[in-house]
């Protein structure tokens, strides 16, 4: 297969730069050929992982910004990067090829104040109406230290017009115990025409927040992204730091993670099937599932010490390890799990109310999954087979044999059987993982961190693909930590998927997606 | 239907006798009830969860507090939908400032005696969010606390305690 930077570089010629030495290759190409270069790739069918912008002006001479954007394309990671001036920061859009930068650019233009020209919608994201308009807070210049004023402003909503179009707008606070955000629906009758999302309520300043951190000790704030999916975040920053420091994970340590992230997809996993359930008055389920689901995060109490695992991946390895009587623990929770699961499947096949409810709602169809280059339990219910642990096995999963669930439905059913399919996949994972975990230490020592130097990591999370982008400052500061969490992608996949449906299924379509407010939000 | 009803009855009652304990860690300030309020709510207690900004963790926990382990019904309480029933507030998170004003208006539309528990350490003083452009710290910054429950989460536990403060 071709590489993609040789794809580019083929078109580009000497406008191109391809640095070799960083992980994932960077190409540098100048500002005004950055959308060229998206869609080149675009025509490789490469996915857009990202987009994001970082402030030079502490970090090296030219001080002005620079834009970047990630592909994905099978196993390979290729980013592009372009040199953007102090005074006006702008870059072509890249809405012309790929729908998820709709968001990224929206994003970019709120945060930092670099415009992305030609981009069809202006509003702010994240940022709220009123914010002063200049507040860009992952700006170096921005005293993050400091509460922030409000000004008077007001958010532009999309609006429907013509006979029996009504609105109905939910949130930020919802009827549940869920994250805050709102949504607001135009429907006639029952069918919805459309869906749009606002989002940002629970935005906390964590990226900001990292440039004032240690390295070692942002591992912490990093398993707080998204407290559901602590080990996940806290092994993709371990993993891009372990990645610009040249730091040796001991073996054990790396199995140890693999371990922890199987119990962190099958609890979610569980949580969520007895949610799905729930919502379509399947109580059952619900009540079943989190059973089982507590009696995973007791053990891992009992084990590891904290219910979520949360502060046990580190950079360098882990802190917990488990001995052989742990080992026989897992081993007998996982089959008493495992037995009642099946009988709960067996449940959920042969009850034709869910079956009603569950089949052809909230359908995303392959094609626009691929379109919208969604990833994850999203992307795998609608026949993209994406999963980093297949794709990019980072030990131990280059030695343990990963089934990647893929259906093609892409409506609630699918989500819910790639749920289904992985939680059996990983409790086999974990099995093997006991069986064959070598011995060796548990915690490796991360070296410095030279200046000027980036990180990268890409973690298949319950949600889907996790990736973390670390730059270092000319003091070997955080100068950068870029997060991009699955819902990044897969909120904007819910809006297409809803178009059509009830008002009433979308509480079940919505748990069927299950994305993280906080891990969006940031 | 046969299926469901044979696994009901195979799982049985799996509920947890939770022993409440008098918490040092969790600090209580000024709720002042009488006996029969106490007694009242100690019976039936109606719960809204608001989360101000929070990582899901302490959601995470709270829900736990629903599952037949713990099964807070048993005990009387009881999540509302509606902050217009509720005797007490959850609040989880740091308070975010996109959800400042949301989180003053449930306040606002909750009838007195409005309890106002801190869930997580977010809650109580910000946590690892701080106070930033962002975070405003601990919800006690924006609406009135009662009950502060530290942890990076609480145990669904440790929320019963809080719980249990109340009537002390
Ligand atoms: S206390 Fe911990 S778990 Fe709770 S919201 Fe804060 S960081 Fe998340």
């Not at chain 1, 919608?121 to 940022?127: A, E, G, Q, V």
């Not at chain 1, 917990?320 to 009988?343: C, G, M, P, T, Y």
């Amino acid at each position: 297969m071709k590489r993609l930077e040789d794809t580019l570089v083929a078109v580009f010629g000497s406008d191109a730069t391809r640095d070799e030495n960083i992980n994932p290759v960077t190409c540098c190409v100048p500002a005004q050929r950055f959308a060229e270069a998206a869609g080149i790739l675009k025509e490789s069918s490469a996915f857009l992982c990202a987009q994001w912008t970082t402030d030079d002006t502490l970090a090296d001479s030219h001080g002005g910004f620079s834009v970047y954007a990630c592909f994905r394309e099978g196993a390979q990671y290729l980013i592009v990067k372009s040199a953007l001036s102090h005074d006006n920061p702008a870059f072509p859009s890249l809405t012309k090829h790929y729908l998820p930068a709709y968001r990224f650019e929206r994003q970019i233009w709120s945060l930092m104040g670099v415009t992305p020209v030609g981009h069809p919608d202006s509003r702010p994201w994240i940022k709220f109406e009123d914010w002063r308009k200049d507040a860009w807070p992952l700006r170096k210049s921005f005293d993050a230290a400091k509460p922030m004023p409000r000004v008077a402003g007001q958010y532009l909503w999309l609006r429907a017009e013509g006979e029996g179009v009504y609105e109905i707008p939910v949130g930020p606070v919802h009827a549940g115990i869920i994250e805050p955000g709102h949504f607001r629906f135009q429907a006639v009758g029952e069918t919805i025409l459309n869906l749009e999302e606002r989002l940002g309520y629970v935005h906390k300043g964590i990226e900001k927040r990292f440039e004032s951190m240690s390295w070692l000790s942002a591992v912490k704030l990093a398993g707080r992204v998204s407290g559901d999916t602590t080990v996940a975040h806290s092994m993709a920053y371990s993993m891009a730091l372990e990645s610009m420091t040249f730091c040796h994970v001991p073996q054990r340590a790396q199995w140890l993670r693999a371990l922890f992230l199987e119990r962190e997809r099958i609890a979610n996993h569980l949580g969520d099937i007895g949610a799905i359930c729930n919502d379509a008055a399947f109580s059952f389920m619900l009540y079943q599932c989190s059973r089982l689901k507590e009696i995973m995060l007791a053990t891992n109490h009992k084990l590891f010490g904290h219910r979520f695992i949360m502060d046990r991946v580190v950079p360098g390895g882990v802190t917990v390890d488990i001995d052989d009587n742990a080992k026989n623990e897992i081993r007998s929770e996982l089959d008493f799990i495992e037995k009642n699961f099946d009988k709960l499947v067996a449940i959920y096949e042969e009850s034709s109310s869910l079956e009603d409810r569950v089949r052809n709602t909230g359908i995303l169809s392959p094609e626009l999954a691929r379109q919208l280059c969604t990833v994850g339990v999203v992307a795998r219910g609608s026949g993209l087979s994406v999963d980093c642990r297949v794709d990019n096995p980072c030990p131990p999963y280059d030695s343990l044999a990963v089934e990647a669930a893929a259906l093609t439905s892409g409506d609630v059913h699918a989500r819910v059987w790639v749920r289904v399919v992985e939680i059996r996949s990983s409790i086999r994972l974990i099995r093997d993982i006991l069986n064959a975990i070598p011995a060796s230490g548990i915690a490796g020592q991360c070296n410095g961190v030279s200046p000027d130097s980036t990180g990268f990591a890409a973690v298949e999370g319950w949600r889907g693909e996790i990736i973390y982008w670390l730059h270092a400052g000319h003091k070997g500061e955080i100068n950068r930590c870029m997060i991009r969490d699955p819902s990044s992608v897969n909120w904007l996949a819910l809006e297409y998927a809803i178009k059509g449906n009830i008002v009433p299924d979308f509480p079940l379509c919505n748990k069927s997606f299950n994305q993280s407010y906080s891990g969006h939000d940031l | 239907m046969i299926r469901i009803l044979r696994q009901i009855f195979r799982t049985g009652i799996v509920t947890d006798r939770t022993s409440h304990i008098d918490d040092p860690r969790i600090k209580v300030v000024g709720i002042n009830l009488d006996a029969s309020s106490k007694k009242c709510l100690r019976r039936s207690m109606t719960v809204r969860q608001v989360d101000a900004g929070s990582c899901n963790g302490c959601e995470l926990e709270i829900h736990a507090m629903n599952n037949p382990v713990y099964d807070c019904e048993r005990l009387g309480i009881h999540f509302s939908a509606s902050p217009r029933f509720a005797d007490v507030l959850l609040v989880t998170g740091p308070a975010a400032i996109n959800m400042e004003i949301a989180l003053r208006r449930t306040y606002d539309a909750v009838p007195a005696p409005k309890i106002v528990i801190a869930v997580g350490d977010c809650a109580c003083n910000g946590g690892i969010f701080g106070e930033t452009y962002a975070s405003l710290g601990g919800i006690d910054k924006v609406i009135p606390v009662n009950v502060y429950i530290p942890g990076c989460p609480p145990t669904p536990s440790d929320i019963f305690n809080g719980f249990y403060k109340i009537f002390l």
